[in-house]
């Protein structure tokens, strides 16, 4: 079960003929392949594109209903593998992953399928993750189109323009025998919008239907001499078709007048940050008007060479508004200019940056550069732009840019997580540093204050992979991570496979919550809970051990830092040589508390007999070094001011969201730090027995208490 | 869709432009619903509205911003509305937290032409100022300061405790603030709308809202009281009832009045901590500094030197043992606060367990020395006894018992090995202060204060120490340079930035280059 549920937004899957969808732009893309007709979807989370697979996997009813199949599947390259459905039969499928990662995995089976081509429509969705929020490399989906002969689509980013992208994609796809992606960015997927939804539709050929009646054609397999005629097929027929659809259908849109001297050439994505623009320098309205010619490329790979010659020839310059590098689609433009010898200007990245994100304010800076060196006539009734930069200038303002700490994301509140690294921290504190290979998912976040743990990421389940060259004789081992979410990806034959067969004398450390944690908390194949549709409670140790590591330790409780950082301690300095993999499991505490909180005060609520615990610290025994502080890094763990005129710096402080997790305690006896670290565990209904013990001790330990403050002497407060 | 417009006259625009908010929030606090709250209500009044977010792994507890357009329709069109805000372009900016209010006027979203600010300003300490060794957090005033440049208005206030106290979330509270600025165009009873016709905790929302809004619409709400709490010094009594501690107090009068609230809480701690003897040693050893300090002009200087001495004597004096710690835990004060801190409510019950680790160092040091130098010289006898924590349930009848006997050592302490050596390392640095006065008054004060280095327990303790002894290692040097004091202080500053003390060899390392 993912993190949150979808029950509600299952209902906007049912909209029909006329009705009104209002919510998220990755959810209306979900309601659209329903509207299309697909027959199967697959994918692997991640942002942006989780909610997608999270509101199938919560919508079994309405699939099964239409005959969709639905798969989580067990990587991005499985997922592009389950497109092959589409090859020999005219059945819609569509899968989604995040990218350019997802395509990275993705990519050889992407270029198997586009290289034979397809029958029926194939939709490739991929949450381009670029800019603020995104958590990976910065790089463009758009050669993996360019390389593969694979059309990408790049709509407005408002729902009636993506879902109509949903749909003219699968008959693009069908008539240019053509896998299409579909790219949509990162506030795209999370824009809030509305359409107007028509009927779900059941697909005309099913699964069952080609299962049954298979039809082979070997020409669709990449093979010499298929392989050679696959490729001349892409530029001789499949090319030219898409065009002709393209063109024919207007994907690509206008807007604006026909004669000017100047227009700009724009991504579909960046098409409202243009306007946003236009409408600052007073050369467009809100609503859509505009006096600057716009071509709006809703397809920008291929690309029209009719239509941009169209569009650019009579006028004296125009720009081309594409985010990131290298500038493909204005290397193109000037291409198809040059060999129709159009001497039209082309402005970009001379005017735009060639790297970053193309923020509002980077493309105001961009279109009016670009004016004012093309037509700055245009620019001649402008209003004042909207501007921070002397507020900015202040020194005031200035002051802050040092007060303002960075807050990157962390481990959650009692995430556990933080005890594995804690006890990682206190190995190194004794045996020295260590080469750490870091991996994909939330306990990457330890290579940030306070672990400082982590050295390189390679790629999802290629932690131990990237320790491969260090497998040497030395004084010390390297460590790997791996969480269960990458083990399942890649992990298991690429980095766990890789070492046992290689001899790696490392420590591999499976980072164990129950769930695809960072992706928002899907099941995978070790899950603990019980899921119907899917197989879980397949452990990692029993895959470990098959895949052939000797030296297996499993530790079902990460809270235990002693026991965690001893095991550790072994493994590092074990005679024994091969992988040494230690399963830490303990489940993911934001999935957990969203199970049981809600059980828990229900059974208050009840009048059933409940333990809290959270912990807390004796303000007056803590000195305020914080040591415990950088062993764990908990948001509820804070500090705070004291009156205290005898202390000079903040005490430690537990704030209400602590969850009783109990890394604070086990981290200050492990580490031997203080003890002002407490539990309290508070009784909600207590039985009789709870109360007469209670009261039996308290009666006792009040007269001791009364006792002593009696002979102290002191002065009152 | 205007395609191939022949539209060959320029356009008569409309002037219109769209009401922008952004939301600044950390993952986990709520941001997400009152973007949703937002969207809904402009919807509710016939509006276009578009939120947008990034939320991926910055959910995880990072900062983060949704961002909200909203405008009605005209003639049928939808607005086209950008997905991310735009410096200048901000209409209202509704933050979480007080420092992230400052991130929003960092990042150029509030500029005073347009923007009302509306903050909470309680802090959630980041990361970075939680985990150095010192006080690192960030000083709340320089926020204060920006917002009255930035902001076209400020309406701040601290709703994490409007909040807790209406058993609901910030959320709701600057959802009231919201209504209560009216900078949009709906009435307060559309907002609640949206409140009610949400799924959960809707009363509990209804009251922080209500508050937030009564608390934004006061003409003259106090301002908020963000500087960090100051120190509270207990009013000197005339007569303490007892014949000893009125000799203390009357001994305490003999000194400039200036210094009596901090001799006052030093021989208060010392009582408490041990007994009013024990009180008279601390003033005997701050008297031979008072003297010390007249002798050597201190009156031109506020008697720094012994201002400085009262408090760190005290804490010196006091040290952490396990004697003191058992004492702590047993107090009656200390199961009432217990009960206050985790609001433990009528009929429910609280037990408390302690997580200690005593090493075989801490329970040597509570011996009387000789047999505490001889435990230490053999750490093979016991050594076995302490290599694990112990989880003491100080609230059943056996551990308290335990706790309150340790606690019950107390007339022995001065015969214990941690008491000769926490004698002898005050006396050295005392003398080694005393020693500077004559010829570098600022310099011997600074001495004194470098005492702040030593706190915690164990390795803690140790390294802490270690840091003091490096610091103090530095006095030859400095003694002869005018600034001397000025980079004592300085090095002391740097060994509270980390805590394997990287800042002070670097600072070390420059003073002893010439």
Redesign the interface.
């Known amino acids: 079960m993912a993190e949150r549920s979808f029950a509600r937004e299952v209902q906007d899957l049912k909209l029909g003929d006329g009705e009104e969808f209002?919510g998220e732009g990755i959810l209306a893309i979900t309601k659209a392949l329903l509207q299309s007709g697909v027959s199967y979807v697959g994918g692997y989370q991640g942002?942006?594109i989780s909610h997608l697979m999270d509101v199938l996997a919560d919508a079994k009813d309405v699939l099964d209903e239409l005959g969709v199949h639905f798969e989580n599947s067990a990587s991005e390259a499985a997922a592009a593998a389950t497109l092959a459905a589409s090859v020999n039969y005219p059945i819609r499928g569509a899968v989604t992953f995040k990218s350019p990662v997802g395509i990275n995995v993705a990519s050889d089976a992407i270029a198997n399928l586009a290289s034979g081509g397809v029958t029926g429509g194939t939709l490739i969705i991929i949450g381009e993750?670029y800019g603020?929020?995104?958590?990976i490399m910065q790089e463009r989906s758009h050669p993996f189109a360019m390389k593969s002969q694979v059309w990408l689509l790049d709509p407005r980013?408002?729902l009636p323009s993506i879902v109509k992208a949903v749909e003219d994609g699968f008959e693009l796809s069908e008539v240019s025998h053509t896998p299409v992606m579909l790219e949509v960015r990162?506030?795209?997927c999370?824009?809030?919008?509305r359409f107007i939804a028509k009927d779900n539709k059941r697909p005309d050929f099913t699964l069952r239907d080609a299962l049954e009646h298979p039809r082979r054609d070997t020409e669709r397999v990449v093979l010499p001499p298929a392989s050679y005629l696959h490729e001349r097929e892409k530029i001789e027929q499949r090319w030219p078709a898409a065009v002709k659809f393209i063109k024919e259908r207007?994907l690509n849109?206008?807007?604006?007048?026909?004669?000017a001297d100047v227009g700009i050439v724009v991504q579909g994505g960046f098409?409202?940050?243009v306007?946003?623009a236009l409408?600052q320098l007073?050369l467009?309205?809100?609503?859509?008007?505009?006096?600057v010619p716009i071509y709006v490329l809703n397809v920008t790979y291929p690309l029209i060479n009719d239509e941009v010659a169209a569009f650019a020839v009579n006028k004296k310059a125009i720009l081309i508004v594409e985010e990131g590098q290298p500038e493909f689609i204005e290397q193109a433009l000037n291409t198809i200019l040059r060999r129709r010898d159009i001497q039209t200007r082309i402005a970009g990245k001379d005017v735009l940056p060639m790297a970053g994100e193309y923020?509002?304010?980077v493309v105001?800076k961009g279109v009016k550069a670009f004016l004012e060196l093309h037509a700055k006539t245009l620019l001649g009734n402008a209003p004042p732009?909207?501007?921070?930069?002397s507020?900015?200038g202040?020194p005031?303002?200035k002051?802050?840019?040092?007060?303002?700490?960075?807050?990157?994301?962390?481990?959650?509140v009692g995430c556990p997580e933080r005890p594995i690294f804690a006890a990682m921290k206190l190995v190194q504190q004794e045996l020295g540093q260590h080469y750490v290979a870091g991996d994909i998912g939330?306990h990457l976040?330890a290579s940030?204050?306070?672990f400082h743990i982590g050295d390189t990421t390679m790629g999802y389940g290629l932690g131990p992979a990237s320790s491969s060259a260090f497998n040497v004789k030395a004084g010390k081992r390297p460590i790997s991570i791996l969480g269960d979410g990458g083990f399942w990806h890649n992990g298991l034959s690429s980095s766990v496979g890789n070492a046992v067969y290689n001899k790696q004398d490392g420590v591999i450390m499976v980072v164990d919550n129950f769930y695809s944690a960072?992706t928002g908390g899907q099941d995978i194949m070790s899950s603990r809970a019980l899921n119907l549709a899917r197989s879980t409670n397949n452990t990692i140790v029993d895959a470990v051990k098959g895949i052939g590591v000797k030296w297996v330790r499993h530790i079902d409780r990460t809270y235990d830092v002693?026991r965690m950082r001893d095991t550790l301690r072994e493994a590092l300095t074990t005679k024994e040589g091969g992988p040494k993999v230690i399963v830490a499991s303990s489940e993911c505490m934001l999935n957990k508390q969203r199970r049981e909180k809600p059980l828990f005060q229900k059974s208050v609520r009840d009048g059933q007999r409940k333990v809290r615990e959270?912990f807390?610290v004796?303000e007056?025994?803590c000195?305020?070094?914080?040591?415990c502080?950088?062993l764990s890094?908990c948001?509820s763990?804070?500090?705070k001011?004291?009156?205290?005129?005898?202390k000079?710096?903040?005490v430690a402080a537990i704030d209400?969201n602590c969850v009783g997790c109990g890394n604070?305690?086990?981290v200050?006896?492990?580490?031997?730090?203080?003890?002002s670290?407490?539990?309290?565990?508070?009784?909600?209904?207590?039985t009789w027995f709870?109360?007469f013990l209670?009261g039996?001790?308290r009666s006792?330990?009040?007269f001791?208490?009364?006792r002593?403050?009696a002979r102290?002497?002191?002065?009152?407060? | 869709m205007n395609d191939l417009s022949t539209t060959l006259t320029p356009t008569r625009f409309t002037t219109e432009r769209p009401i922008c908010i952004a939301v600044m929030a950390m993952g986990g606090q709520g941001g997400g619903v009152l973007a949703d709250w937002i969207v809904e209500l402009a919807e509710q009044q016939g509006w276009h509205a578009q939120s947008t977010s990034v939320p991926g792994v910055a959910q995880r507890t990072g900062a983060t911003i949704y961002y909200v357009e909203m405008l009605p329709p005209k003639a049928g069109r939808a607005p086209i509305l950008s997905l991310m805000p735009a410096q200048g372009e901000v209409d209202v900016v509704l933050a979480s937290e007080l420092m992230e209010a400052g991130r929003s006027i960092l990042r150029g979203l509030v500029t005073p032409d347009r923007t009302t600010l509306i903050a909470s300003t309680h802090r959630l300490y980041s990361t970075a100022e939680k985990e150095k060794p010192g006080d690192a957090t960030a000083d709340p005033a320089v926020v204060v300061d920006a917002a009255g440049v930035a902001a076209k208005r400020t309406i701040a206030f601290d709703m994490e405790a409007l909040a807790n106290k209406n058993n609901s979330h910030i959320s709701a509270c600057l959802f009231g603030a919201l209504a209560a600025s009216a900078t949009l165009p709906f009435a307060r009873e559309s907002f609640e709308a949206i409140i009610k016709a949400g799924g959960k905790g809707i009363e509990p929302s209804l009251k922080a809202f209500g508050a937030a809004y009564e608390q934004a619409v006061q003409p003259d709400a106090p301002r908020p009281a963000l500087a960090r709490p100051g120190k509270r010094f207990a009013p000197v009594p005339a007569s303490a009832g007892r014949a000893d501690l009125d000799t203390l107090l009357a001994r305490m009068r003999e000194f400039p009045s200036a210094l009596h609230k901090i001799l006052f809480a030093g021989v208060k701690h010392l009582t408490d901590f041990q007994d009013p003897v024990y009180a008279g040693e601390y003033l005997d050893r701050v008297t031979k500094i008072y003297q010390l300090d007249r002798a050597h002009g201190g009156a031109a200087k506020n008697y720094a030197l012994t201002a400085a001495a009262a408090k760190y004597i005290a804490v010196a004096m006091t040290y952490d043992d396990v004697i003191r710690v058992a004492d702590l835990k047993t107090r009656k004060s200390r199961f009432e606060r217990v009960q206050r801190e985790n609001s433990v409510g009528e009929g429910q019950i609280v037990y408390t367990t302690e997580y200690m680790h005593p090493r075989l160092e801490e329970v040597a040091g509570t011996m009387p020395a000789p047999l505490g130098r001889f435990l230490e010289s053999n750490p093979a006898l016991f050594g076995w006894m302490f290599r694990k924590g112990r989880r003491v349930r100080s609230g059943t009848i056996h551990w308290f018992l335990m706790l309150y006997l340790l606690a019950a050592l107390k007339p022995i302490r001065r015969t214990t090995l941690r008491h000769k050596r926490e004698m002898t390392h005050l006396d050295a640095w005392l003398a080694l202060a005393a020693e500077r006065v004559p010829e570098n008054y600022d310099l011997a004060v600074e001495i004194i204060n470098t005492r702040r280095l030593v706190k915690g327990y164990s390795d803690t303790h140790a390294r802490g120490v270690s840091k003091f002894d490096r610091v103090i290692g530095a006095v030859p040097l400095l003694a002869p340079r005018a600034d001397g004091a000025e980079w004592m202080r300085r090095l002391r500053d740097a060994a509270l930035m980390d805590e394997k003390g990287i800042a002070l060899d670097g600072a070390l390392k420059t003073i002893s280059t010439p």
């Not at chain 1, 467009?284 to 006096?291: F, K, L, N, Q, R």
């Not at chain 1, 732009?385 to 930069?389: K, N, R």
């Not at chain 1, 000195?623 to 040591?627: M, N, R, S, Y």
């Open positions: 209002r942002a942006p993750d603020e929020g995104s958590s980013p408002n990162i506030r795209a999370h824009v809030h919008g207007k849109e206008f807007f604006g007048p026909e004669k098409y409202n940050s306007m946003r409408q007073g467009a309205d809100v609503y859509g008007e505009t006096s923020t509002p304010a105001l732009l909207p501007d921070a930069s507020v900015l202040d005031k303002i002051a802050l840019g040092k007060a303002v700490p960075p807050r990157p994301p962390t481990f959650c939330c976040f940030l204050p306070p960072a002693t959270r807390g004796d007056d025994v000195t305020g070094d914080h040591a502080i950088r890094g948001p763990l804070s500090v001011h004291t009156d205290d005129p005898l000079d710096d903040p209400n604070c305690g086990e200050s006896e492990a580490a031997v730090l203080c003890p670290f407490y539990r309290a565990d508070i009784i909600h209904n207590p709870d109360r209670s039996l001790r006792v330990i009040g001791l208490q009364y002593r403050e102290r002497i002191a002065f009152a407060d």
